[in-house]
Structures are given as C-alpha cells and as structure tokens.
C-alpha cells in the first residue's frame, strides 16, 4: 500500500504560481503511473494532470497549458506546477494512481490552493 504525502499550497493571487509536491513511499515509484487529482468546494475530485514513465503527460481541459507534471524517480516524487493560476483552480491538490486500475484507496491529506481574485 502506498502513502503519499502532498505540499507545496497556499494562498495566491490570480495570476500567480505555485508548486506542489507528492512524497510517495511504499512502492516502486518509477514504474507506478501518477497523477494530480483535485477537489473543489462543492464538488467531485477530478483528475487534472497525469504521467506514465517519465514523458507521456495528460491534462484536463481546463489546465492545459496552464499546469505541468513531472517527477523525480529519485526521490520517489511527483511535482504540478501551477502557472496563471485562476480562482477556479481552488480546492484541495492530492496525488495518486491515475492507471488503468484507478486511484489508490490510501489517499494523502492534500494539500489546499486558494487563489484570490
């Protein structure tokens, strides 16, 4: 079972950057795929940037452009960089699973995004 420990949030305004980080231990981190999840106020936790290796990325619509993943397998770690952040992107950042098999049951604590208007 894997643990994954995320930071790396905090308050922003619009426009702003931010770069988070997942900690993921309990497993062999190079071969497992990653991906960012996020969950808005009100809303379901979706999957908004993922990576398979070290170079296959997918990101959702609404971050496109906008937000990179990548990793270190070195240090068993996986990172989302957040540029031009909007108010929508707010909510609370975990990372997990994102294969075929979907998300790990073991979810971290997150970490919160608050970006200001």
């Known amino acids: 079972q894997i643990q994954l420990v995320e930071s790396g949030g905090g308050l922003v305004q619009a426009g702003g950057s931010l770069r988070l980080s997942c900690r993921v231990s309990?497993?062999?981190?190079?071969?497992?795929?990653m991906g960012w999840f996020r969950q808005g106020p009100g809303k379901e936790r979706e999957l908004v940037a993922s990576?398979?290796?070290?170079?296959?990325?997918k990101y959702a619509d609404s971050v496109k452009g906008r937000f990179t993943i990548s990793r270190d397998n070195a240090i068993s770690t996986v990172y989302l960089q957040m540029n031009s952040l909007k108010p929508e992107d707010s909510g609370r950042y975990y990372c997990?699973?994102?294969?075929?098999?979907?998300?790990?049951?073991?979810w971290g604590q997150g970490t919160q995004v608050t970006v200001s208007s």
């Open positions: 309990g497993s062999v981190f190079r071969i497992l795929p």
């Open positions: 997990n699973l994102a294969g075929a098999d979907g998300p790990s049951a073991s």
């Open positions: 990576i398979v290796g070290g170079a296959t990325t």
